[in-house]
């Protein structure tokens, strides 16, 4: 159809602001805890759970599951044993309404005009389906590590965009906010954009935002992408 | 987030017209050959392929790849032997170029208003992915076969749109105009609906399309199902 590479992008901070939305949600749910402090411990036992799964200390587990498993260790640190599964069920689907970032709905509706834009993360197909309905994400392929049943930084995820759309890796481009990711993604032969995202842990925690030569394009954000893309 | 059941729609025949596409384009690239017979051919090896892969003689394997092993055997039937390499790829992908049906685009625009609309065709993700861009099918998701490495109908297959959403089996509808994919989704617990696709294989070959008592709902096009379902 068309040369111009398949866009696929991370989910959890390139695309959605985690830790305003939870920030936001808790402090509305729940005005006596420190909203900061909670959102930045849930994402922090994000990467210890994903390793008890490639370790196979447990079996293939949706990311749901883990934010579940991680939320119902954090809950008593935080003086709220108290909820009702109900309310434990509604909070952990949080993720599921994260906010997009201010440049993200037009950034993505620009690229694709002329890009296949696809999403590649660890959060599972229904997490990220009424993640893009709410916030309006015009994916033309929701992709997730549970399509591979494996996790990023695993190459079977960034090949696995490739192979879905029968290209070569080289064909595809990860745009994440994160360098570790981007520098997974090139050594298995992806494009890599990386796009800043100062205040991806809060105003309080800013996060170093300096370019990598080794990226194909650094961007302030998804509008300034499209500009480089030509779209 | 609603309760309105997730909408699964098979596509083949549902959502778009293979026949009269695949026609269009055998009529105009090889205008010796009779497009009708060429088009009813190549969905006639369909089944019988996907059957190697169940009965385990193949390993799994994508329908890009079953529609090739198909064409293959098509070509010498109908003089076109002397194609090359090239002329059979793009031939082959004429599966990723099918027109939607002209009720198709207006009817999906408007359940997505209330429901969440997914594909579940055995077609794989790529495929399906570039017929939405093309034909401009607003998916909300796009599964398939692939996700879940089984054909319809197994059942793994209507119960993996339950389980990729975390709602009961009865809290998704497979809209569909083939009684049998149809009757498996329902014996699997989901909702159903049929949609009447008469000229599914061409005007010379209509198809009946009485109503089963069994389904949830019966339309004439995906607009009346629209209608019937208040959107």
Not at 32 to 59: H, I, K, N, T
Not at 65 to 70: A, G
Request: charged share 20%.
């Amino acid at each position: 159809m068309t040369h111009a590479p398949i866009l696929a992008f991370d989910i959890f901070g390139t695309v959605v602001d985690w830790h305003g939305s939870i920030t936001r949600e808790v402090a509305a749910l729940y005005p006596q805890v420190d909203a900061d402090a909670f959102a930045l411990a849930w994402r922090a036992g994000y990467q210890p759970a994903m390793q008890r799964v490639r370790s196979g200390e447990l079996g293939w587990t949706l990311i749901d599951d883990l934010h579940r498993l991680i939320l119902d260790d954090l809950l008593p640190r935080f003086g709220l044993s108290a909820l009702t599964e109900t309310q434990k069920q509604h909070l952990n689907k949080v993720w599921h309404r994260l906010d997009p970032w201010p440049d993200t709905v037009a950034g993505l509706t620009r690229l694709k005009t002329r890009h296949t834009i696809c999403s590649l993360s660890n959060g599972n197909i229904g997490l990220l389906t009424n993640m893009a309905k709410r916030a309006g994400l015009p994916w033309d392929c929701v992709l997730s590590a549970e399509v591979f049943r494996a996790y990023k930084p695993d190459p079977a995820t960034y090949l696995g965009v490739a192979r879905v759309f029968d290209v070569a890796p080289s064909d595809v481009m990860l745009v994440a906010a994160h360098q570790d990711d981007l520098a997974a993604a090139r050594a298995c032969g992806l494009r890599t954009a990386y796009i800043e995202r100062p205040l991806e842990f809060g105003a309080k925690h800013p996060k170093d935002v300096s370019p990598d030569a080794a990226n194909t394009f650094h961007a302030k954000s998804l509008v300034h992408l499209a500009e480089q893309l030509g779209c």
